[in-house]
């Protein structure tokens, strides 16, 4: 029984019929690390967001299922669900300074989740409070817990963040781009912040990210997006030695390398509000296969847990179509 | 007329600002401390540093955007500061500059055509008809199709707005292009289009750039120098040919181990690398670097260290160096 299970889910826009994200199916088992991959406006963030069920207003759920720890997250009422989040599930993100309160120091803004899911007295909470701090690699967490967000540099906002995420011991960790904010030196402090609770807690982590060398050694496991759906899945060690679909190739083929680029890939990603009917890929392919441009291919298993969704890799899904 | 065969030198460069405190105390903190360096024709230089480490402030120190402190500026041997106006404005359009954010770069009430030509009809001459053509052919060694020129920036997307605002420096046949951070607001796959377009002009007609980023890829990909600046200072210039030897700054090495390379055969986690830059308005006494330096001795807290030439390929700031 996989820790995660999200199955066919289908979120889009609330007025038209547009899927944002349209048939995203994965597991994870506890402790693992899921990257997700992708450009701009492919669906990732959006993803994240559903394993909170947290929408941005004008989005809303269409079909499918998301099971944390053999909970159906999409059957709950909202009481319940303020129950999940927080205390099963947690969520960073990328800009600390405006996620953070900025009128409430550090210290009540982790007060509030410990407030809402533990029932302990105000010394005990305190005495949690500087714990968390110190868990996150904060020195003198009695100064740091009175001051505000603006009066930390920011390597140490992302850490209270974290720290925030982590007072009601969630077992899954959503980081949405914890890092792209942050400088060189400081994002490899986070990263291994991230790697350590990780391996300590066997903390569940799925992790947002456009940069491939920050989801290359982070995550476990890899899933690319492309217009709002999974072009390919697999073990990280699998993506970056052996990629299958054209565009994790041309992801990785088009970064700067030892001074090179080896390939650039022509054109820009499809407009989700017009997207075609067959692959979604088509356009920007090198070599199309001809029944990308009216069919839609589906993710199918080429082997060793790979998945894949690209026509040259097998036409099996016969049974789906008819 | 002897031209130098440097398009831009700077000499000994200076620049504070001031912030002004809630209790209205002025605080004044160096942006660049002591900065020097030249630009030959057709040579890229590649800033890399962390935020706040003054690479910025140098980029407008250069486009003459910031009047320094104290030292001095040349734009191809001139001093700026005994300059003729005529003169002057005949050098300001050999020296240009593409921005990050190509959303805010480009003006949202223009059309893409009055975008470029303006740039033109101040720089060059007042001829429509010559400068629509120009228009087009840029835009079309830019990767863009000529429709564009009648539309508003709303309508292009991040990555052919950045085209557009090459285009638009290349308007006026600069010698030299200040990017700033050209292509950290764009997605990957259109990072690798813009970079391939910016080496092609390189290679092509011979532009020169002053390029600022904080991503070494980036750096790496274009640069034929590169420096890295701490905290106002600059720490190492070094030919990119030498960048990938074990002889560095201990700053520059720190960066090479901070950056997470997809490609690299070991795991970089080593949890070597702690703290962060300070701030500016607590500048520490002797090397800037010192807090975080792995190889600090007593004389680093005492004394700063001055650049000095390792070989012809690098020069280095560092005492143990």
Same mark, same amino acid.
């Given at each position: 029984m996989p820790f995660l299970e999200v199955k066919d889910l289908i979120i889009g826009l609330k007025k038209r019929n547009i899927p944002l994200i349209d048939k995203v199916s994965f597991t994870l088992e506890k402790g693992e690390i899921l990257g997700i991959l992708?450009?701009?406006?492919?669906?990732?963030?959006?993803?994240?967001?559903?394993?909170?069920?947290?929408?941005?207003?004008?989005?809303?759920y269409y079909s499918g299922k998301v099971l944390i720890d053999n909970i159906d997250l999409y059957s709950l009422s909202e009481k319940e669900l303020s129950k999940i989040r927080g205390k099963k599930v947690a969520i960073i993100l990328q800009d600390p300074l405006s996620s953070l309160n900025p009128v409430l120091t550090i210290?009540?803004?982790i007060a509030e989740v410990l407030k809402h899911h533990f029932n302990l007295n105000s010394k005990n909470r305190r005495e949690r409070i500087y714990e968390l701090l110190k868990e996150v690699g904060i020195s003198e967490p009695e100064i740091r817990a009175k001051s505000y967000p603006h009066q930390l540099s920011g390597g140490l906002r992302q850490r209270a963040m974290i720290a925030m995420a982590l007072a009601g011991e969630p077992e899954l960790l959503v980081a949405d781009e914890p890092t792209t904010a942050l400088d060189l030196t400081l994002q490899i402090q986070i990263l291994e912040l991230l790697k350590d609770l990780n391996q300590k807690k066997s903390l569940t982590i799925v992790f947002i990210s456009h940069d491939l060398g920050v989801v290359r050694w982070i995550s476990d496991k890899i899933a690319v997006f492309y217009a709002g759906e999974i072009v390919e899945i697999a073990s990280t060690e699998e993506v970056f030695n052996n990629p299958l679909h054209p565009y994790t190739q041309a992801l990785i083929e088009s970064y700067p390398r030892e001074g090179k680029i080896r390939k650039i890939l022509k054109g820009s990603p499809v407009n989700l509000l017009q997207k075609p009917s067959g692959c979604r890929y088509f356009e920007r392919c090198e070599n199309p296969c001809k029944e990308g441009k009216n069919i839609h291919p589906d993710l199918i298993n080429a082997g060793k847990n790979h998945w894949v969704r690209c026509f040259k890799y097998g036409n099996v899904s016969v049974f789906g179509r008819n | 007329m002897e031209m130098s065969q440097f398009l831009v030198e700077i000499k000994n460069v200076w620049k504070s600002y001031e912030i002004r405190s809630f209790w209205f105390k002025k605080q004044k903190f160096y942006a660049l401390l002591d900065v020097s360096l030249k630009i030959s024709k057709g040579e890229v230089i590649g800033i890399l540093g962390e935020s706040g480490c003054g690479k910025t402030t140098l980029g407008k120190i250069i486009l003459d955007l910031e009047k320094p402190d104290k030292g001095e500026v040349f734009w191809f041997g001139k001093n700026l500061k005994y300059i003729s106006r005529r003169?002057?404005? !005949? /050098?300001?359009?050999?020296?240009?500059?593409?921005?990050?954010?190509?959303?805010?770069? #480009?003006?949202?009430?223009?059309? *893409?055509?009055?975008?470029?030509?303006?740039p033109y009809f101040i720089c060059i001459e007042n001829n429509k008809?010559?400068?629509?053509e120009k228009a087009k052919e840029l835009l079309n060694q830019v990767g863009l199709d000529q429709n564009v020129l009648n539309e508003y920036p709303h309508a292009l997307s991040g990555g052919q707005r950045q085209r557009v605002a090459l285009a638009r420096a290349l308007m006026v046949s600069p010698d030299l292009i200040v990017l700033d951070e050209p292509t950290s607001a764009l997605d990957m796959t259109i990072q690798s289009q813009i970079l391939e377009l910016l080496k092609n002009f390189k290679e092509k007609i011979g532009l020169s750039y002053f390029l600022i980023s904080h !991503? /070494?890829?980036?750096?790496?990909?274009?640069?034929?120098?590169?420096?890295?600046?701490? #905290?106002?200072?600059?720490?190492? *210039?070094?030919?990119?040919?030498?960048?990938?030897?074990?002889?560095?700054h201990p700053y520059t090495l720190m960066l090479l181990e901070a950056h997470l390379d997809p490609f690299s055969k070991k795991p970089p986690f080593k949890k070597e690398i702690k703290g962060e830059v300070p701030s500016a308005l607590f500048r520490p006494s002797g090397c800037v670097?010192?807090?975080?330096?792995?190889?600090?001795?007593?004389?680093?807290?005492?004394?700063?260290?001055?650049?000095?030439?390792?070989?012809?390929?690098?020069y280095i700031a560092c005492f143990k160096r």
């Open positions: 992708g450009e701009s406006g492919c669906g990732k963030s959006l993803t994240g967001f559903s394993l909170l069920r947290l929408f941005p207003s004008g989005v809303s210290g009540e803004q | 003169e002057y404005k !005949s /050098l300001r359009s050999k020296i240009q500059a593409v921005f990050q954010d190509p959303y805010s770069s #480009l003006n949202p009430r223009y059309k *893409i055509k009055d975008i470029l030509l303006e008809k010559k400068g629509l !991503s /070494l890829p980036v750096v790496f990909y274009l640069s034929d120098w590169i420096i890295i600046m701490y #905290l106002g200072k600059i720490v190492e *210039i070094c030919k990119k040919e030498f960048f990938n030897s074990v002889d560095h670097f010192y807090s975080r330096c792995k190889e600090r001795q007593k004389m680093c807290l005492k004394k700063s260290p001055k650049l000095r030439k390792i070989n012809n390929l690098q």
